[in-house]
């Protein structure tokens, strides 16, 4: 064989290792692991929803009422206004506008927020010319309503003290049908604890808390005023907790004008 070939047949030789090596190097690579998979995502709460949300009836004389009836779905916080403020997702209420009123319900949850609106109309009666009544206004007033009782340095409405103020709405706006303009006063009391400035702002507190609430149900605003004896005028002079008590108190009186 001559040298040319010799080299020839090297080369060959040469070139046939060092590709197979190349593919044996290839390979011996791994393959590139697969994609992750793509993660599921949760699907977003659910929004609010306003089944209904309804005055019935839509139209009333000053002094009625209208029921508020709603229904809501998918919320954890349900509020009407004016007046009425939080409730429960479904339910009913009865409300007394003094004028015409659009109430607004708000729902609102993890999933958002939903609104709808319920509107009354309030219509105001013509005077009635009515015969004179035979009792007078104190009179009446002192028949026909109670005396709403506070704790001992409060004036937050208390369960008893709502009863009885409700009680007296009622009584309230069946006098004014016979003592139309007529203005009744809600005296704020004290017992005779603490000093007197610190009394007459007491029973100033608890007259007005009383006031705003006859006018949420119903009693117009303008015909009620309210004054502070805070302990000058009790109707109790002992001194235990029995008689405290009984001075402690919002009491309905008739205006001097």
């Known amino acids: 064989m001559t040298k040319r070939k010799l080299e020839l047949f090297a080369l060959v030789i040469c070139l046939t290792v060092f590709a197979s090596a190349c593919k044996k190097n290839v390979a011996a690579v791994p393959p590139p692991p697969p994609p992750p998979a793509a993660k ?3 699907p977003p709460p659910p929004k609010p929803e306003i089944s209904s949300f309804t ?27 004016p007046s009425v403020g939080s409730v429960q997702p479904g339910g009913a209420r009865q409300v007394y506008p003094n004028s015409n009123t659009t109430y607004i319900l708000v729902a609102k ?25 035979s009792k007078s206004l104190s009179d009446l007033l002192s028949e026909q309503t109670q005396d709403a009782y506070f ?47 610190y009394n007459l702002a007491l029973g100033d507190r608890r007259a007005k808390e009383a006031k705003d609430y006859l006018v949420e149900f119903g009693v117009p605003s303008a015909q009620l005023t309210t004054i502070s004896y805070g302990k000058e005028r009790p109707v109790c002079s002992e001194h235990d907790e029995a ?8 009491h309905l009186s008739a205006s001097a004008n």
């Open 151 to 197: 704790d001992y340095d409060k004036s937050n409405i208390r369960p008893d003290a709502r009863t009885a103020l409700q009680h007296d709405a009622t009584a309230l706006r069946d006098i004014f049908k016979s003592f139309q303009g007529a203005k009744v006063t809600v005296e704020g009391h004290c017992d005779e604890r603490g000093s007197a400035e």
């Open 109 to 133: 949850g993890p999933g958002g927020a939903a609104e709808d609106m319920a509107s009354v109309r309030v219509t105001i009666p013509a005077p009635t010319t009515a015969a004179a009544p």
């Open 243 to 250: 008689c405290w008590q009984r001075n402690r108190r919002a």
């Open 55 to 81: 005055a019935s009836p839509a139209a009333i004389e000053r002094g009625q009422s209208s029921t508020l009836s709603w229904s809501v779905r998918n919320a954890t916080s349900v509020t009407i206004e």
């Open 40 to 42: 599921e995502s949760a």
